[in-house]
C-alpha cells in the first residue's frame, strides 16, 4: 500500500494544502523540506489524525491549541470552519483506498464551539471490482481503517526522528518487548488464549447434572482461576513498577553523566563500566551454578549408593574366584547334549546300565548347577558397569572443586566489585552540590526499589507456577470423573478441543515471538552496521531474552548507554525499521526529521544506505535545510520523485504554510 | 482486505494443527480484531458458537 495524495484544509498552519507523493519505485521517495516551526511535524500529525483521530506528534508549543486554523477562524468572522484531511492510499493491484477526517467549529462569545456533521468521523471509501464500496462512517470505518494500520504500531511507520534519540533511554526490555508483541498483533493471541481458558471453564459451569464430585473439582477450578488472575494482576503491577524504578534510576544516572563536574562526571562513568561488568561476572556465576549442578546431578546418585554398590561388587567377586561365574558351558549346550544321551566327553550316557546312569546324573547335576549361575552373565555385566560407575566418581572431588573454586573466585570478584560501587555512591554522596547529592540518593533509593520489585515478581512468579500446576491436575481429575459418564461425552468433547486449541495457541505465539525477535536482531544488526560511521566500533545490534536492548562494542564492553545522540538515533532507526520489515504490514515510512542528531559526514552514509535497506517500501523524509545538504541531496537523487519546500508565514495572531512542488 | 497479521496467519497455516483448530483460531482472530479496543467486547456467544461448531465437526469427522 502506498500514500498517493494527502489534502489538508485549515489544518493548523495548511489552510488548503495538497501534497501528491512520489509512488513509481525507484524512485518513491518524497522530500518535503522546510525550517524548523515550519509545520513538517504537522504533516504526520495531519495523517495520525486522519486516521485515528488524535495527533501523536503533537509538539509541546502546540499541546492544547485546536487544531482549526486560526487564520480560517477570524477570517470566518464567527463563522463555522471546517477543518479537513484526506488521504488517499493506492494497494498492490492498484486499488484505491479514500480515508478522510472533519470537524467544524465556530467561535461563540470567545469560545470555540465544536459544531457537529451529519455523519460520525472518520469516513472510508474503498474501490472495488467496478465501482466503490461506502461511504463507511464512524466506528465501522474506523475498524477499517485500523485493519490497514493499527494504530498501535503507527510509530513504526511514522518516524519521528527527535524522539527516536530518546527510544533506548525511555524504553525497558519490557517496552520493546509489547512493542513486537504490537507490531506483531500478538496481543489478540495473548487475549484469545485467555477468553478460550474462560470459555472452557464456563462450559462446565453451565452443565447440568454434575456428580457432587465434579461439582467440588469445578469450584476447586474457580478459585484457583480467580487466585490466578489476580496472581497475574499483581506480577503485572510489580512489572509495571519495576520497570517506572528502573526508567527513573537510569534517569538520574544520566543527570550524573551528564554532570559538568568533570570529577561527578568520570566517577558515573566508572559506575557505568563496573556495573555492566558486574552483569558479566554474574552471567558467568549463573553458568558455573549450572555447571555445579550437572556434575551433582550425574554424581550424586553414584556418592549415596556408594556403599551398595562396593558390597555388590565384592559379592560378585567372591563368586567368580570360586568359579562359580562364568559358567563353563552354556546351559542350552548341556541340554543338548543330555537330549541327545551324550555326555560332555562324548561318551554314550543314554543306556541304562550302571556307568550310563551314573555318568548321566553327573551331567544333570552339572546342569543344575549352571542353571544356579544362569545369573552370572548378567552379574558380570553389572560388575563392570559398578566398576565404571565408581570409577566415573573418581574425578567428582577435582571437578567440583574446580567449580567451586571458580564460584567462589566470581563471588568474591562480585563482592569486591559491589564494594567498589558503594565507594563511588559514598564519594558522590558528599559532594558538596546539592544537587549531586540529591541525584545520587534519588538514583540509589530506586536502585534499591528495583532490586526489591524483582524479588517479590519472582515469588510471585513461582506462586502462579504452582497454581498454574494445581490446576493442571484439577483438571485431569474432572477428566477423569467426567468420563465416568456417559451423558457428558459431548462436554468432554469440547474441553478437549478448548484443550488443544488453547495449546495450539500458545504454541504459534511461541513460534512467533521467537522468529521475530531473530529476524528484528539480524536485521537491526544488519541495518546499524550498514549506517554508522564507525565501522570497526561496534559488534552489531544484540536483543536478550527479556528484549533488552545492547550495542556489544568490539571489544565486548556493552557501549549502548556511552553511544553518542547521533549514534544513538542510527541505533534507534535501524531497530525501529527492522520491526516494520517484519511486521507484515506493508505500508509506507514517513520518517521526520531523520538526520537532525547525525553529524554531515555520516549523513552522507546514512543517506548512501537508508534506500538498499527500505527497497521497495515508498519513503516520506521531512527535512530541514540543514539536514537536506548537497551530499545529501546527491546520495538520494535516484531515489526521490518530489521534492516540495514549506514555505512558511505569521500574518497576525495566524500562522499559514504553502507546500511548493520543487521538483518532480 | 486482509486484517489479521499474515505472519500470524502463515504460522498457523503451516503448522501440523488439525483444521478445525487452525479454523478455529482463525476464526477467533477476527472475532478479537473486531472487538480490538472495546472496553467490554461482548465475546462469548461468538466463541462458543464457533468452539462448538467446530468441535462437533472435529468429532463427526474422527468418528468417519
Known amino acids: ?664 | 482486505m486482509s486484517s489479521v497479521n499474515k505472519r500470524i496467519l502463515e504460522t498457523i497455516e503451516r503448522s501440523n494443527y488439525s483444521d478445525e483448530v487452525k479454523e478455529l483460531l482463525r476464526a477467533l482472530l477476527m472475532i478479537e480484531l473486531r472487538h480490538h479496543g472495546d472496553k467490554n467486547p461482548r465475546y462469548a456467544e461468538d466463541y462458543d458458537r464457533n468452539i462448538k461448531r467446530l468441535a462437533k465437526f472435529k468429532e463427526s469427522g474422527e468418528e468417519r
Not at chain 1, 494497494?91 to 470555540?112: P, T, Y
Not at chain 1, 503507527?154 to 533511554?169: A, L, N, P, S
Not at chain 1, 560501587?421 to 546539592?434: C, D, G, H, M, R
Not at chain 1, 544513538?568 to 511486521?583: K, T, Y
Open chain 1, 1 to 664: 500500500m502506498e500514500l498517493d495524495y494527502i489534502h489538508m484544509k485549515n489544518f493548523r498552519q495548511y489552510r488548503d494544502v495538497r501534497i501528491d507523493f512520489s509512488r513509481s519505485s525507484p524512485d518513491n521517495f518524497t522530500v518535503i523540506q522546510g525550517p524548523n516551526g515550519a509545520g513538517k511535524t504537522n504533516i504526520l500529525n495531519a495523517i495520525t489524525w486522519c486516521l485515528f483521530g488524535d495527533e501523536y506528534h503533537v509538539d509541546s508549543k502546540y499541546v492544547g491549541l485546536p487544531i482549526v486554523s486560526a487564520m480560517a477562524l477570524e477570517e470566518s468572522k464567527n463563522g463555522i470552519v471546517e477543518t479537513s484531511v484526506e488521504i488517499q492510499f493506492v494497494e498492490d493491484d492498484g486499488k484505491k483506498i479514500l480515508i478522510s477526517r472533519s470537524l467544524s467549529h465556530r467561535e461563540s462569545a470567545g469560545k470555540l464551539i465544536e459544531v457537529p456533521g451529519p455523519h460520525a468521523p472518520p469516513c472510508i471509501m474503498l474501490q472495488a471490482e467496478r465501482d466503490w464500496s461506502g461511504p463507511y462512517f464512524g466506528s465501522e470505518a474506523q475498524y477499517r481503517i485500523n485493519s490497514l494500520i493499527p494504530p498501535e504500531v503507527e510509530e513504526y511507520f511514522f518516524f519521528d526522528g527527535e524522539r527516536m534519540d530518546d527510544y533506548f533511554k525511555k524504553n525497558t526490555g519490557k517496552d520493546i518487548k509489547d512493542a513486537v508483541f504490537e507490531i506483531s498483533q500478538l496481543g489478540l493471541f495473548e487475549t484469545l488464549t485467555e477468553r478460550l481458558i474462560h470459555r472452557k471453564n464456563d462450559f462446565v459451569k453451565q452443565t447440568r447434572g454434575l456428580s457432587s464430585e465434579v461439582e467440588g473439582i469445578r469450584e476447586d477450578l474457580e478459585i484457583q482461576a480467580r487466585s490466578l488472575e489476580v496472581d497475574k494482576e499483581q506480577i503485572e503491577e510489580l512489572k509495571k513498577k519495576k520497570n517506572e524504578a528502573e526508567l527513573l534510576e537510569r534517569d538520574f544516572s544520566q543527570k550524573l553523566h551528564d554532570s559538568s563536574l568533570e570529577h561527578i562526571k568520570g566517577l558515573e562513568e566508572q559506575r557505568t563500566l563496573i556495573e555492566e561488568d558486574i552483569e558479566r561476572t554474574q552471567d558467568e556465576i549463573v553458568e558455573h551454578e549450572a555447571e555445579r549442578l550437572e556434575i551433582l546431578h550425574r554424581s550424586m546418585p553414584i556418592i549415596f549408593a556408594y556403599g551398595p554398590l562396593i558390597k555388590t561388587k565384592a559379592l560378585i567377586e567372591v563368586k567368580r574366584e570360586a568359579g562359580l561365574i562364568p559358567p563353563m558351558y552354556k546351559t542350552i549346550f548341556i541340554k543338548n547334549l543330555l537330549k541327545k544321551g551324550r555326555c560332555i566327553c562324548d561318551s554314550d550316557i543314554s543306556q541304562k546300565d550302571e556307568y550310563s546312569s551314573a555318568r548321566r546324573k553327573k551331567v544333570e547335576a552339572f546342569l543344575q548347577e549352571n542353571e544356579l549361575s544362569e545369573l552370572s552373565s548378567e552379574l558380570i555385566e553389572s560388575n563392570v558397569r559398578i566398576q565404571e560407575m565408581i570409577e566415573s566418581i573418581a574425578t567428582f572431588p577435582d571437578e567440583i572443586l574446580t567449580v567451586e573454586k571458580k564460584l567462589n573466585f566470581l563471588q568474591q570478584s562480585k563482592n569486591e566489585k559491589n564494594e567498589k560501587l558503594n565507594a563511588i555512591s559514598q564519594e558522590i554522596k558528599q559532594s558538596n552540590v546539592e544537587n549531586i547529592r540529591n541525584w545520587e540518593e534519588q538514583k540509589q533509593k530506586y536502585s534499591d526499589e528495583k532490586d526489591g520489585l524483582k524479588v517479590k515478581i519472582g515469588l510471585k512468579e513461582n506462586q502462579r507456577e504452582r497454581r498454574e500446576n494445581i490446576i493442571r491436575a484439577l483438571n485431569i481429575k474432572m477428566k477423569q470423573e467426567l468420563k465416568k459418564e456417559a451423558k457428558h461425552s459431548s462436554l468432554l468433547g469440547l474441553l478437549a478441543f478448548c484443550d488443544e486449541c488453547i495449546k495450539c495457541a500458545q504454541e504459534a505465539k511461541e513460534t512467533i515471538m521467537r522468529e521475530i525477535k531473530e529476524q528484528v536482531e539480524k536485521k537491526a544488526s544488519e541495518q546499524f552496521l550498514a549506517l554508522i560511521w564507525k565501522k570497526d566500533t561496534y559488534k552489531g545490534v544484540l536483543i536478550d531474552d527479556d528484549y533488552n536492548i545492547s550495542v556489544p562494542h568490539v571489544t565486548g564492553r556493552e557501549a549502548l548507554g556511552s553511544l553518542s545522540a547521533g549514534e544513538r538515533q542510527v541505533c534507534a532507526l535501524a531497530f525501529m525499521a527492522a520491526l516494520n520489515s517484519v511486521s507484515g504490514f506493508k505500508v509506507p515510512l514517513i520518517i521526520d526529521t531523520p538526520l537532525a542528531r547525525i553529524s554531515s559526514t555520516p549523513r552522507k552514509n546514512i543517506a548512501e544506505n537508508l534506500p538498499n535497506y527500505l527497497r521497495g517500501t515508498q519513503v516520506t523524509l521531512l527535512v530541514t535545510e540543514e539536514e537536506y545538504t548537497r551530499e545529501v541531496k546527491e546520495a538520494l537523487a535516484k531515489k526521490v520523485g518530489k521534492t516540495y519546500g514549506i514555505n512558511f508565514q505569521e500574518k497576525g495572531e495566524g500562522k499559514m504554510a504553502e507546500v511548493e512542488l520543487i521538483h518532480g
